[in-house]
């Protein structure tokens, strides 16, 4: 017999290894549509759920437009002292998302803030965060920012000047040593103020005392402090810290954000506009 040439030897050999080798692929249907299965839960894949509706909401919010800000609304003229704002004069249309005391630490709400892109500014009281800076850092980390609300949350209407001065500068010196800025807006607690609180906040640095015309129960339907009686472009809306309601802070944001949906509205950052 003729000995084979290496043409004849290497088609011996494919044809032997080929069919080893199409069996290394599976030919099990239910473990082909389990690997199927699998590679359609890919977090980031085509049939991820959007951050707006993983958050209850139907649409998406539109996106803050560049400010036009106007003079906004004052408390009591004073010269030099900071002016008292409930609502922002502007023709855009947007609302500012303030949350107060700094009871609630949802750690999911820093995922919502971040997946939503919330520009929410945190008015903290130094005796009610407590141990938990921590979380508000988180906040900060995703694009919220940290604002005054005194040390120990006193009604400042009516206490002496050096009282009211020890509040908003000592939570002033609380707040940068733990996130590196001094604030410059203060929500009074309560909404009570005087002239002497106005004297006060600007010797601490403050250049705006922040109330609302709009705030949210422990149902998270909101109310309002004047006419109308529905969101309107510059509102402030205060989301204070309610540990004994029925919806988590995540609820009543959302509950808030469809509010302003309803009526045409975002949400924008109110330190781009005070």
């Excluded at 409930?86 to 709400?109: C, Q």
Aim: aromatic share 6%.
């Amino acid at each position: 017999m003729r000995p084979r040439g290496p043409g004849l030897l290497l088609a011996a050999l494919l044809a032997a290894v080929l069919p080893l080798a199409g069996c290394a692929q599976s030919v099990d249907p239910l473990e082909r549509l389990g690997k199927k299965a699998a590679e359609g839960v890919r977090p980031h894949g085509p049939t991820a759920q959007p951050p707006y509706r993983r958050w209850g909401l139907a649409a998406p919010l539109a996106p803050a437009p560049r400010p036009s800000a106007h003079p906004p609304t004052t408390g009591t003229a004073g010269p030099g002292l900071p002016p008292v704002v409930s609502r922002v004069r502007t023709r855009d249309r947007v609302v500012f998302l303030t949350y107060d005391d700094g009871a609630e630490k949802d750690p999911r709400f820093v995922d919502m803030v971040r997946e939503l892109r919330l520009p929410v500014s945190m008015f903290l009281t130094d005796s009610v965060v407590g141990p938990g800076y921590g979380h508000f850092a988180r906040l900060q980390s995703v694009g919220a920012t940290i604002q005054n609300h005194t040390l120990d949350h006193p009604a400042m209407r009516g206490l002496p000047y050096a009282g009211q001065r020890a509040e908003i500068c000592g939570q002033q010196d609380k707040l940068r040593t733990r996130f590196g800025h001094r604030p410059h807006l203060f929500r009074p607690p309560y909404g009570t103020y005087d002239t002497t609180t106005r004297y006060a906040a600007a010797d601490c640095g403050i250049t705006a005392l922040i109330l609302w015309r709009a705030t949210t129960d422990p149902n998270g339907t909101l109310t309002y402090t004047q006419p109308p009686t529905h969101l309107s472009p510059g509102d402030i809306i205060s989301l204070p810290s309610a540990e004994t309601s029925p919806m988590t802070l995540r609820e009543r944001t959302t509950k808030t954000l469809r509010a302003a949906q309803a009526q045409g509205l975002t949400v924008a950052s109110l330190e781009n506009y005070v």
